[in-house]
Structures are given as structure tokens and as C-alpha cells.
């Protein structure tokens, strides 16, 4: 599966990264240029960088892995992770932008004056960075090992020392170039190997449809690997060639399996013929591809309750983009209210056009590429398929042009990522805001996620991101929501809200990451807890601030001005005090 | 006036962009501007009113988004035979979930990014003209 071209694409996308950080570190000189770039930069090169930093692992990776694993469920992933940007544009674009607010903790002091409630959404940013980070970090490693066949560690420690490095020299202003050039490196690594793959099944004779009654199959001989110890169910009877231990013995030479589980040792070597069925890893739902094309089949986790899981993953989503640490810096660093609105809206379009083809890379890899659901590796489908499909030349070009475009993933979302949990560490933590607290923040921001990286594996990277949105969800998108549209909150009731939210969505997170399973309902709450955790969240800070009603801070009035008076009322009069003062319009009355 | 003057810097604590709407030659500018600036209860209404016109907007277009999809979960459990209609080779959800729904969620913000903006000019008329 491996191309000549892959190494070098990778070098290449990283050593570009590096360049265009050195190139910003020459202007990055002030504070104010590390955290937000002066905000000098435009609508188009603000939205093309947002949606370069959003699109992550989860999305030029995972997501065509849960399509191909699970089906028509799991587009709910790629719609939620655009819709939350709707959400953010309709809720707190705007207002965020004008409270001229950094980071999220600097949007809590400033509404409700709280050193308390400031503290608890230093503590949440961090955490939700990090658990954002790691998966990242995961499917770099991922991605070394399917490609190159390197160690895991290895592509989560290049990936991660680049990225603390870059983020520790050069800012956020590089940052700005590198997110903006690498939303267009990832659109034409996932498109043009994307038209390539259409054009081929169209011209082939189709390898069989994804719609019929019939499981999953070899479309050719296909030589599968194992690189670990697989405990795997046959569902029809299959007949294939071994070498290596199989259900306990040494075998060379041909196999015939009947149906039930069976057990693949390490660096088995299987050779199945084609149209031969492909057995599925545990953990792989058994779906013929009709069910599988179908809605409500069963997605992972909510098993008895897709419904529950569905409304559970469309609130979390929807609602927890706003509530992304990495997302919110971004807008800070429009001109104004206005533009944040206008960028937003371009930044629709830039993901709306790239989730168009995820999809069909998990579609085709259930045609193309069935051995992954053997080896679970359906997060490497987007990697595996241009050279397994295609072959050839342009087969090991395109491979190289979408490892290319999957380092660019990881690259910008951690590197966002890393610039924010470090901006806050370095304000709040480790010290007043400095360059150089600035740095070590980097360092300390970098190595935690870096070490849980190592430490934990075998999730899948998207189901590990939705974890990170729920937690999201359950908590600083209240407090912005409510913050930005109700007079009443209080730092109490904000406080208490975000303890609610953050603890309880946490927990279930923590629960279900650490592998318990309880079947049925508690299962299904736990492995999706937004639809319980966000509600609960909004009742707490409503209900808490009612009671310390005395308390509502006394410039409310003056605070929501701000927040939502248009920039043409105020372009005339307005002085503001601040690191980068908005000098009042010349010729103003 | 109590219009801070130092320009902090970002080394300097949290509450760093003081945003006051006050300038010199007030006496000149239209009284509702005024009203404005100096929190007067004629100007906690006229904002009041923008912030009430943002928000009823921001409601009414999210019921839109939630109305179309939040209603396609239900649709597909209830009415199953839906999902399998095709229409353009391409079975209903994956239709509507793999392609249209990013063009309905680009025409909701477009069209929220216009009104929006209309609600702020009329805000602006409203202060500039009394």
C-alpha cells in the first residue's frame, strides 16, 4: 500500500509549514501580534485560515472512516461540524467580536467581572484543547504507520514537536498564513484524488453495489496484513490463504473458516481471493451494505437507541462549535463585527465544499478497500484508497497527495489548538501575557496532549472529537449564548452552570473513553451526553442566576451596547483603550 | 468625560478594551446618538430594541435549520420508505444529508447576514435621524 511519494509529500507539507512560521516570525514582534495577529487580517484570508484549522484529523480522516464503518448515520458528523458555524453566526459572531474579548476567559471577566467564573473557563479551555489535541496527534501516528509502516509514536511526535516549535517562534500571525495555505492544500488533496475515484468506478464495471443485500467483499486478491492481535467474526463461510497463527495454531497454506468468531495472532499474513466476504474486526457492526446505505442502522455506541444518539450528536455539534477554543480565537482577528459576520459566511461555503468528499471516500472504500474493516483501520481509508483503487503511476501520486493532505490536517488544527491553550496558559497560568510566558505555555501545551497521545490508542478519531464538542457544547455555549443575549445572567449562575455542564459532560466523556460499557440506556446516555448535559447546563446558569438576581453585574447596559451597537454608530465617536486602539475615522465630525 | 486614556497592553490585566461612547463635540451629534452614549433610558430602550430584532431574527432562522433537520431523524424511523426513494442515483438521506445540506445551511447565514445587517442600518437611521 505504500507509494514512493508519500515520504516526500509529508516532508514537504512540514518543511512548508516551517517556512511559512519563519516567514510570519519576522513580523511577529508584540504580544499583540502573538495572540491575534494585530487583527489586521482580511475576511477572505481569515475565513480561508478558520476553515484550515478547523478541518482536523476528524475531518479529512475520520470521517470517511465512521462512513464507511457505519453508513448513513455518521453523515450527521460532517453536516453537525458545519452547522456548529451557523450556530456560531446566528448566536455570537458578531457580539464576540465587538466585546473586543481575546479568549474565552476574557469574555467571561468581561461580562460578569468574576475572577472565579474567569479561573473555571481558563481550566475548561485547557481541557477541552487537550482533548482535542490528542486525537489529532492520533491519527498523525495513524498515519505514519499506514503509510510508512513507522511506529505509532512516531508521526504523533513529528507532528507534535513541529507544532509546539512553530507555535512557540512564530505565533499566531505565521499561524494566519499557514491555516489559510493549508485549507487549499487540504481541498485539493481530498478533491482531485476524489474526481479521480469517480471517474474510475464510473469507467470500470462497477465492483458491485452499495445498496444490494450482500456483506462486504473482496473486490480482487487482496493480501491483508494483520499488525495486531485481532479477534474477528466470519458471517460467511470464507476460504483463504494463511501464514501465521490463526484461532491458536500455525497455519500455512489454505484456511477455511466457518462462521462465529476467530482469532488472528500478530503478523499474520491472509490472502483472500475475490469475492470472497470480508470478516470484520470486533467492534465492526455486522451491516450488508442495504442496511448499512439505510439511516437508524445502529450507529456505535447508541446501539439499541440510534434515534437517542442522532439528536444526542446534532445538539452537541451544532451547538458545540462556539464553544471551541481554536474557533472563537479566529475571530478576533476580524476588523470588526461586521466582517466576523461576512467571514463566517465564506467559511460555510469553504467546509460546505470540502465535507462534499469525505463521504464518498468512505462510500467507495466499502468497494475498494473492505480489508479495513479486517484490520479496523478505517480512519487510514482516505490514505489507502487512491492507491488502492487506482494503481499505478497516478495511484502512488494521488497517495502521496492525500498523506500530504492529512499531515496538513493535523498541522493546522494542533497548531491552532496549541496557539490558544497556550495564549490562555501564558494570561492566566504561568503568567501575565508576556512573549516569553507566551513560549513556555507552548511547551507545557504541547507536551501534556503529546504524552496522552502515546499513552492511550485504539479510538476512533471522530468519536473522540464529538467527545471534545460535547463537552464544548455543555459548556461555553451557554455561557456565550446567554452571555451575549440575557441581561440577567449572573457570575454566579454562570459559574455554577459551567461546573454543571462541564462536570457532568466530562465525566461521561472520561467514562466512556476509558472503555466502560453499560449497555442500553446508560450506555447510550453515556456515550452521547449532550442531549442531557447542554439542557442541564442552561437550566443551571437560568435558574441560579434568577436566584441571585442582586447580583447582575451593574454596566450590563453598557456591556450589551458594546456588544451589539453596529461598528457605523460607533466608527465616529468611539475611543477605545486597549493594545491596538481603533483610531476614530479622519474626517470624522 | 470618563474616557480612559492609556492604552494597555495585553501584558496588562484581563479587562483590556474599554469601549465608551463618548467623544468631544457631543453637543453636535443628533440627540438619540447622545442618548445613547450617556445610557439614558430613551437610549436602554432604542438598544433594548436592536438586541430584541437581532435575537427574534437569530430564533426565527435556527427554527428554520432545526425544522429541516431535526426533522429527518424522526422521518426516516417513521416513514422508512423514504430513505430508500432515489433521485439522481442517489438514495434520499445521502441526497440530503451528503450534499443539499450545505447549501441549505450557506442560504440560511447568507440570509442572515443580510438581515442582520439590515437591522443595524435601521438601528444607525433610527439614532442618526431623532
Known sequence: ?589 | MDIPTRAGTASTQPRRVRVVLAGRRQARRPLARREIEEQTQVGEVLVRGLIRAQLALAVRLSLVVVAFFGLLPVLFVLVPGVARIRVAGLEVPWLLLGVLAYPVVVGVAWAYVRLAERNEQEFAELVDRS
Not at chain 1, 332 to 345: E, S
Not at chain 1, 473 to 497: D, E, I, K, N, Y
Request: glycine content about 12%; proline content about 7%.
Open chain 1, 1 to 589: 500500500m505504500s507509494s514512493p511519494y508519500t515520504l516526500p509529500a509529508i516532508v514537504l507539507i512540514t518543511v512548508f509549514t516551517l517556512a511559512l512560521g519563519a516567514f510570519g516570525y519576522r513580523f511577529s514582534r508584540t504580544t499583540s501580534d502573538f495572540l491575534v495577529a494585530s487583527r489586521t487580517v482580511s475576511p477572505r484570508w481569515n475565513a480561508s485560515a478558520i476553515s484550515g484549522e478547523y478541518l482536523s484529523a476528524a475531518s479529512f480522516l475520520g470521517v470517511a472512516g465512521l462512513v464507511m464503518k457505519f453508513g448513513a448515520d455518521v453523515l450527521w458528523y460532517p453536516v453537525g461540524f458545519t452547522a456548529g458555524y451557523l450556530a456560531m453566526l446566528l448566536f455570537v459572531a458578531a457580539p464576540l467580536r465587538r466585546s473586543g474579548a481575546y479568549t474565552l476567559p476574557d469574555f467571561a471577566e468581561l461580562r460578569l467581572h468574576s475572577a472565579a467564573v474567569r479561573r473555571m473557563s481558563t481550566a475548561f479551555v485547557v481541557l477541552i484543547g487537550w482533548l482535542y489535541l490528542v486525537p489529532q496527534l492520533q491519527g498523525a501516528g495513524l498515519t505514519l504507520s499506514t503509510v510508512l509502516g513507522a511506529p505509532g509514536w512516531l508521526g504523533a511526535s513529528v507532528v507534535g514537536v513541529v507544532v509546539t516549535v512553530n507555535v512557540a517562534v512564530g505565533g499566531m500571525r505565521s499561524i494566519t498564513f499557514v491555516q489559510a495555505f493549508q485549507y487549499w492544500i487540504k481541498l485539493t488533496a481530498i478533491c482531485v484524488p476524489a474526481a479521480f475515484l469517480l471517474l474510475h468506478w464510473q469507467a470500470a464495471r462497477q465492483p458491485g453495489s452499495l445498496t444490494g443485500p450482500e456483506l462486504p467483499s473482496f473486490p480482487d486478491r487482496t493480501t491483508v496484513r494483520v499488525r495486531a492481535d485481532a479477534a474477528v467474526t466470519v458471517d460467511e463461510p470464507v476460504t483463504f490463504t494463511a501464514h501465521g497463527v490463526l484461532d491458536g495454531q500455525r497455519r500455512d497454506g489454505q484456511v477455511r473458516w466457518s462462521p462465529g468468531p476467530h482469532q488472528i495472532d500478530r503478523d499474520a499474513v491472509l490472502t483472500f481471493p475475490a469475492g470472497a466476504p470480508v470478516p470484520r474486526l470486533h467492534g465492526v457492526p455486522k451491516l450488508d451494505n442495504a442496511t448499512w446505505s439505510q439511516p437508524l442502522s445502529g450507529l456505535s455506541g447508541t446501539g439499541q437507541h440510534p434515534l437517542f444518539g442522532i439528536y444526542s450528536l446534532i445538539l452537541a455539534t451544532f451547538l458545540g462549535t462556539m464553544g471551541l477554543p481554536h474557533v472563537l480565537v479566529r475571530f478576533y482577528t476580524n476588523p470588526d463585527g461586521r466582517a466576523a459576520r461576512k467571514t463566517t459566511l465564506v467559511v460555510l461555503g469553504l467546509l460546505g465544499l470540502f465535507y462534499l468528499f469525505p463521504t464518498l471516500y468512505g462510500a467507495l472504500g466499502r468497494l475498494y478497500t473492505p480489508q479495513l474493516l479486517l484490520t479496523g483501520r478505517t480512519d487510514a481509508v482516505v490514505l489507502v484508497l487512491p492507491g488502492a483503487a487506482l494503481g499505478g503511476l497516478v495511484g502512488q501520486l494521488l497517495a502521496g497527495l492525500v498523506a500530504a493532505g492529512a499531515f496538513a490536517a493535523f498541522l493546522s488544527t494542533s497548531s491552532g489548538l496549541l496557539v490558544n491553550v497556550s495564549g490562555v496558559l501564558a494570561t492566566d497560568v504561568l503568567g501575565r501575557g508576556s512573549v516569553r510566558d507566551f513560549r513556555r505555555a507552548a511547551l507545557l501545551a504541547g507536551v501534556v496532549p503529546l504524552v496522552l497521545a502515546l499513552q492511550v490508542s485504539g479510538l476512533d478519531v471522530s468519536q473522540v472529537v464529538g467527545l471534545a464538542f460535547a463537552v464544548a457544547a455543555s459548556t461555553f455555549c451557554p455561557l456565550l449564548v446567554l452571555g451575549v443575549w440575557w441581561r440577567g445572567l449572573t457570575a454566579v449562575g454562570a459559574g455554577v452552570g459551567l461546573l454543571a455542564g462541564g462536570v457532568l459532560s466530562a465525566a461521561a466523556v472520561l467514562i466512556t473513553v476509558l472503555g466502560a460499557d453499560f449497555g442500553g440506556w446508560p450506555g447510550a446516555l453515556l456515550t452521547e451526553p449532550a442531549a442531557w448535559s447542554v439542557p442541564t447546563a442552561f437550566l443551571v446558569m437560568v435558574v441560579v442566576s434568577r436566584l441571585t438576581r442582586g447580583r447582575v453585574p451593574a454596566d450590563v447596559g453598557r456591556t450589551m451596547l458594546r456588544l451589539h451597537a453596529p461598528e457605523t454608530l460607533r466608527s465616529r465617536p468611539v475611543r477605545v483603550a486597549g493594545p491596538d486602539p481603533v483610531q476614530p475615522a479622519p474626517g470624522a465630525p
